[in-house]
């Protein structure tokens, strides 16, 4: 098949660009739309019959004299002296619409010019290379510049040991903020799938002392693979990459591009720290949304204003590559700027969420505290848990509590700290927390071997589940279990002292 295909773009010449190929499609369209407005049949036999008429006959004639124009006629004719300055009553129709479908091919052929040129509003410029064209813009801007409340010089004091804790990779252990590019992409759809190409890509990245944001795009399929010639080309230069949400579409869509153009991504193998996902384990417990365009407004203070909808982008550009405006074509190059932006900063902010404990509000302080414990950094996560239970407010932050004793309780315990497990679960079924007391229950039964006091946990327990209607729960088929078994080991041990037969002491 890719023979045959090669083959027959040998003989046929290929369009070139989409445009160019839409363009006679959209003319013959145009033109018997125009033809139907101006000789409307009324029957299907009349659309046949004047499909098949090539000019009137005497006795039509005839006809069309005693009744007047036809008007059918006359619009014709008018369409014809619109396009071609003449009409063309004494040629066969199909010869006339040979006539029009040619003159308005060409017309189609010609691109409109927006009002000003995108390279005017976007400050871009032309670049050329052995692929062929494409549009460049770049831009920098001091380190030192605030983004919202975030300085980007910020960058440069993150640690690559607060990137690995933020990934959860072990093998980030080198990775440099102050090294890495930051990559986002404007598509034609939002799908993903082979159909769905990247016409507009985003970089930033720090070069002496400033960021630098840089933005490639193809003003027509065309130019796509001179646009991934040059991204290879500055992407080699790196080893470590930043995106938000990259893993699930932007890198899987530019890897599929490259492939189509027989190239490669060059960063395929490289470091990717995807910061939807520490931003996720960060902040989503008090954030109603982790959206990029969220997370800048709650965490760096920043409000976009005429800003394009994502889901509106695509259409923009398909717009563009019509012939339309450039202009709100513009405001989507500025959108992608932001997110190149903010992305940076919500990395540079993570990092130092991690390494100085910026979390204040509970929920924040608990999300903080998980994720170092997910890093195995076993002295700061419990540092964070009781702080999580210092700032939480009695009444409000009952949840925050539950979990950040859980987890204390269950460190104690993993530790082998039985007394301290015991007091941070007796508090956490204090405060609510119904797995608590299958947990306190298990720690009095097989650790301090109160057989009493944990039968007693776990009356506790069935009357706080019937109260809170959790009856028919996994947690109330353990207990009830556990009880009845509980009972049976009293009532052995009750007979063995009835025979004087000594119990075993009891021991912590």
Known sequence: MA????AHRGQVPQPRNLRETLGPIVAVAEVFSSLDRAMPPTTLNERLARMRRITPTASQSAAASATGPSSASDELSALERSLLGETGDALPLKARLERL?????????????????????????????????????????????????????RLLAASPRTVAILAGEPDFASFDLSRSVFLDTETTGLAGGTGTAAFLVGLGFVREGRFVVRQYFMRDYDEEAALLHALAEDLSGFSALVTFNGKMFDIPLLEARFRLNRARFPLAAAAHLDLLHPARRLWKARLSSCR?????????????????????????????????DAALLARVFEHNRLDIVSLAALSALACEWVEEGRAEEPRDVLSLARVLERAEDRERSGAEYRRALQVSRPGLDDSVRRASLARLAARAKRGGNVLAAVEYWQQAVDAGELAAFRELAVLHEHYRRDLG????????????????????????????????????????????????????????
């Open 453 to 508: 006091a944990a039968l007693e946990v776990v009356e506790r327990g069935l009357a706080s589940l019937l109260e809170a209607s959790a009856t028919a729960s996994h947690l109330t088929r353990d207990l009830h279990h556990r009880r009845e078994r509980l009972r049976r080991r009293l009532a052995k041990r009750a007979r063995r002292q009835t025979e004087d037969t000594p119990d075993a002491p009891s021991r912590l």
């Open 101 to 153: 479908i040619s003159v308005a091919t060409a017309r189609q052929r010609q691109p409109r010019r927006a009002n000003r040129p995108l390279e005017d509003l976007v400050s871009g410029r032309v670049v050329e290379n052995a692929r062929g064209r494409f549009l460049l813009v770049e831009e920098d801007r001091s380190l030192e510049t605030l983004h919202g409340a975030v300085p980007l010089s």
């Open 3 to 6: 023979d045959a295909i090669v």
């Open 292 to 324: 990029l365009v969220h997370l800048e407004a709650q965490l760096l203070g920043l409000e976009r204003e005429g800003d394009v909808p994502g889901e509106e982008i695509p259409r923009v550009y398909f717009d563009f590559i019509r012939g339309g």
